[in-house]
């Protein structure tokens, strides 16, 4: 018997270090970056319904009729080969929109998983990474996690070359959401901009992040190319920023090209109380490593 309804939860990530490289002539951007997932997520209700094609209704956004899960199940009707059932999401957001967090692209890989239940097929890496193609750059690594949606990897390219790592568990994040909606076009706009004037700080070469990753992250050289350009734009990414500084936090940044900023702190205890503070004047969460 088909079974008719599943729930799936997408998961956010972070970046820690996030090096963008100058505009290809594709007019795609090479980065160098660490994605890991925490427990901040989006909730999927997917049924299996009569009409054919993906049909999306969402508690909080007015998703456009093509979006990243629309996009994905086309890509797996594509792949698979066979007559795929039309279904209904019901997404439940737990991931601000625009926070550079990946929870649309998250959705995307968490929406797979459910078809790939469906319809009784496993995919290998070459069919994930063509519905990630079709999809957006950051979909590979999500399609890459865990089969619970979980993970953490090296991302290169342009998002496309995902080299897994060994996640860390130790650490707690305060995350504070901006009201700032980061639209990523203009965030890459920006940055062509800072990368034309040659601006490209000091960064970790991609083949010691893992490295640097396993240190104490007071000790953290991580950078992120949009942080600069985008605080110079949006005062309150500076002042969010600072406010983690001051909290004691052992390493903050911004995660993706925004909004969120996160604080990183090695005491569960000490997070907790910082996120009490926070929360008096920020719209923040306390998140751990997955």
Not at 21 to 45: A, G, K, M, W
Not at 71 to 98: H, R
Not at 99 to 113: F, K, M, N, V, Y
Not at 158 to 165: A, H, M
Request: charged share 25%.
């Amino acid at each position: 018997m088909l079974m008719k309804n599943f729930t799936e939860r997408a998961y956010a990530k972070v970046n820690f270090n996030l090096r963008v490289l100058p505009c290809r002539t594709d007019n795609y951007h090479n980065i160098e970056s660490i994605f890991q997932t925490v427990d901040l997520y989006d909730e999927l209700e997917v049924s299996v319904s009569e009409s054919t094609g993906c049909f999306v209704e969402c508690n909080s956004l007015k998703l456009p009729l093509q979006n990243t899960l629309t996009k994905a199940y086309d890509a797996f009707c594509s792949v698979v080969g066979l007559k795929v059932p039309g279904v209904t999401v019901n997404l439940k957001k737990g991931i601000p929109a625009g926070g550079g967090l990946g929870g649309g692209s998250s959705d995307a890989a968490a929406l797979i998983r459910v078809l790939s239940k469906i319809c009784k097929v496993n995919l290998d890496a070459e069919q994930l990474d063509y519905i990630a193609s079709q999809t957006g750059s950051d979909v590979f690594f999500f399609m890459h996690c865990d089969k619970d949606g979980t993970g953490c990897a090296l991302v290169s390219g342009r998002g496309e070359v995902v080299k897994k790592i060994t996640p860390r568990r130790d650490l707690y994040l305060i995350l504070v959401f901006p009201e700032i909606f980061s639209s990523t076009k203009e965030a890459y706009q920006l940055v062509d901009k800072q990368l034309e004037s040659g601006i490209d700080n000091d960064f970790v070469i991609l083949e010691e992040l893992e490295e640097e990753y396993k240190k104490h992250p007071s000790e953290w050289r991580f950078k992120n190319t949009f942080t600069p350009s985008l605080c110079g734009v949006y005062s309150d990414l500076s002042s969010a920023l600072g406010t983690l500084k001051k909290c004691g936090a052992d390493f903050c940044d911004m995660s993706g090209s925004g909004s969120t900023i996160f604080g990183v702190f090695t005491s569960k205890q000490r997070a907790k109380y910082n996120m009490k503070l926070l929360a008096a004047t920020w719209n923040c969460a306390l998140v751990r490593l997955l």
